[in-house]
């Protein structure tokens, strides 16, 4: 822990207008259950993300913006795909090594 003690809130908007009718897709309205509805919207690139608040942000540094875990919302021809964060991968098995 610092030895300030200082504790820095920052707020993200949760930007769930970005859905439109998404939110009444069957796909989305599960993955948003699975988040409790702690997640925000991020739209990058003609991409919609979902980022699931619980699992917090991928460093301490300040303005970070990049969550733990994602998921990336790509249309297809039959409805609504759902991928998790590719670096997540790298992610949780750096951490996970250090805790060995």
Sequence with gaps: MDKDKKIVFTSYPKNHKLLGDLKYNPKVKKLIAICESWYTITKV?????????????L???????????????????RGIGAVINPKLDKFVKKYSEKLK
């Design 45 to 57: 690139d003609g991409k919609l993300y979902l980022n699931d608040l619980r699992f917090g942000l």
């Design 59 to 77: 460093s301490m540094k300040p303005k970070e913006n990049r969550f733990v875990f994602i998921i990336i919302t790509t249309p297809k021809i």
